[in-house]
């Protein structure tokens, strides 16, 4: 079993910028694949971000390339989502997601889930 907890999420400008870090605990953290998914209202939870177990390689959706940023620290058994410039439109909650070893876009991938987040672009 792996816990997730997520934090960072609040109120933001368009053209902020947030930190969201995620903290596992239960497991092996660096055997895990890390990702980043939200969900808008009325919405379906839709891919963010991911990273590989060892933090090499990254992925992003098309609409945050360039302004987002997913990272880890295997030591601290956290991972982080950077948001630069945000826009009204990234308002959502915001899920971190766990896999053993593979990652995936696909949110029925991922086994374990933390509570999420609220992310608000707004002026």
């Known amino acids: 079993q792996v816990q997730l907890v997520e934090a960072g999420g609040g109120l933001v400008q368009p053209g902020g910028s947030l930190r969201l870090a995620c903290a596992a605990s239960?497991?092996?953290?660096?055997?895990?694949?890390m990702a980043w998914f939200r969900q808008a209202p009325g919405k379906e939870r839709e891919f963010v971000a991911r990273?590989?177990?060892?933090?090499?390689?990254?992925y992003y959706t098309d609409s945050v390339n360039g302004r987002f940023t997913i990272s880890r620290d295997n030591a601290k058994n956290t991972v982080y989502l950077q948001m630069n410039n945000l826009k009204p439109e990234d308002t959502a909650v915001y899920y971190c997601?766990?896999?053993?070893?593979?990652?995936?876009?696909?949110?029925?991938?991922?086994?374990?889930w933390g509570q999420g987040t609220q992310v608000t672009v707004s002026s």
């Open positions: 997601a766990a896999k053993l070893y593979g990652g995936s876009d696909n949110a029925a991938a991922y086994n374990y």
């Open positions: 239960g497991r092996t953290f660096s055997n895990y694949a």
């Open positions: 990273i590989s177990t060892s933090g090499v390689r990254t």
